[in-house]
């Protein structure tokens, strides 16, 4: 039986981190800091072999290990079959007052913090147990202009999640760095720091070892604005900036791009940047918002579902108000809420030919005269590359 009243739920903290020495630091720091926590860790060193390394622990060491399957080699779904009864037996139990979930290296904490916030045990909805103090990655600056420029894959390092987990050490990285609200650092090299501020300018940066991790941790965290900020269709993206040698260009037009020529531009217009992300448009697919996400010279390019421009007024509806509400805001009298929008990040950033080669890549002023039945008429150049929405 509980010994805990119902109304009081059990904080949790999320801690992610590709940097392990660093991961683990925050984890410490955390330990040492709250007053009867518990860290749950889920180890994937032998994902390939269908196998969690599940382990318990209090400031003085693990106190509980075991082995579980990976279901459906998904790690969601081990999270979701095994950490959270373990989250809502710690509630009930009423030992603890703070579960630290730290996640395996290569994770995504997305997804694992839309399964513990929206999941649930024998009927019982996980936000009746426990609540989202925080969602901490840890970084070790130095390491960063460095392993955003390469495209090693996770498995290559034994940091994937799964046996089908094909993302690059670069995108896992710039995915944690991107949906965190703190992140932790230990001092170093300004450049290092400087892609950290342009990358999520709005997360709270603490260093390791002054005592503003604990506090930074536990100020709440809000996970439909954490899915908002990530999500292509709403993302607001970093601002123009330059500083200590890295620089963040926002390249953004209204007229479509052209198909062909922005697939030849990709061989130069990918490596360019560390980081780059945004949405775009085709001249052959006018109704269809695409996300670009390039890290790690690697790009992936998904379908976001229909600029609401291609809608009828009631289907608007059928979009959220924050969508909605962001087409109306920048509405352009032809192209309704199409926009191209990208944004570059770099050490050593060639702004200016980064623009160059993107507005080579737009209609001329003939072909947008032509209008949509000829664009649909261009070569389908991205078909292959196109994910669908996940």
């Known amino acids: 039986m509980s010994t805990v009243p119902e109304h009081v739920k059990l904080p949790v903290v999320v801690v992610a981190g590709l940097h392990r020495a660093e991961r683990r630091r925050a984890v410490q720091e955390l330990l040492d800091g709250c007053v009867n926590a518990v860290v749950l860790h889920h180890d994937l060193r032998d994902a390939g072999r269908s196998t969690v390394h599940r382990e318990l622990r209090e400031a003085d060491g693990p106190y509980d290990t075991a082995e579980i399957p990976l279901t459906n080699d998904c790690a969601c779904c081990a999270l979701r079959e095994d950490l959270l009864p373990e989250l809502v037996g ?5 030992q603890h007052g703070l579960a630290i979930v730290e996640l395996w290296g ?3 904490p997305h997804p694992a913090v839309e399964v513990i916030a929206g999941g649930e045990v024998d009927g019982r909805p996980m936000e009746e147990v426990v609540e989202l103090a925080g969602v901490v990655v840890a970084v070790d600056p130095d390491r960063l202009v460095g392993e955003l420029s390469v495209s090693d894959d996770l498995a290559e390092h034994g940091e ?3 046996p089908d987990d094909t993302r690059t050490r670069a995108e896992a990285l710039a995915h944690q760095i991107e949906y ?5 650092v230990a001092r170093g090299g300004e450049a290092g720091l400087s892609v950290l501020r342009q990358l999520h300018p709005t997360a709270r940066r603490v260093l390791f070892g002054t005592g503003e991790l604990v506090r930074a941790a536990l100020g709440g965290f809000d996970v439909a604005a954490a899915r908002d900020r990530v999500n292509p269709a709403l993302a607001l993206l970093p601002q123009e900036h330059d500083e200590a040698g890295v620089a963040t260009l926002v390249w953004e037009r209204r007229r479509p791009l052209h198909p062909g ?3 030849e531009a990709l061989e130069l217009l990918v490596p360019a940047a560390q980081r780059s992300r945004g949405r775009f448009w085709l001249a052959n697919r006018p109704e269809l918002m695409l ?10 390019v998904e379908e976001c579902g229909p600029w609401l421009a291609s809608l009828s007024d009631a289907a608007w509806d059928l979009y959220p108000p ?5 087409a109306a805001l920048d509405w352009h009298p032809t192209h309704g809420d199409r926009v191209q929008q990208l944004s570059f990040t770099a050490e050593g950033l060639d702004a200016d030919a980064i623009t160059e080669l993107l507005d080579s890549c737009l209609l001329t002023d003939a072909e947008l005269m032509a209008g949509e039945q000829q664009w649909k008429s261009f070569p389908d150049a991205f078909q292959d590359l196109l994910e669908p929405a996940s």
């Open 90 to 94: 710690i509630a009930e139990a009423g």
């Open 261 to 263: 020529r922005l697939y």
């Open 106 to 108: 290569g994770s995504d």
């Open 322 to 326: 924050a969508r909605r509400a962001a």
């Open 291 to 300: 996300a670009w996400d390039a890290a790690g010279a690697n790009l992936a």
């Open 160 to 162: 994937h999640t799964s």
């Open 180 to 184: 965190a609200t703190t992140i932790a």
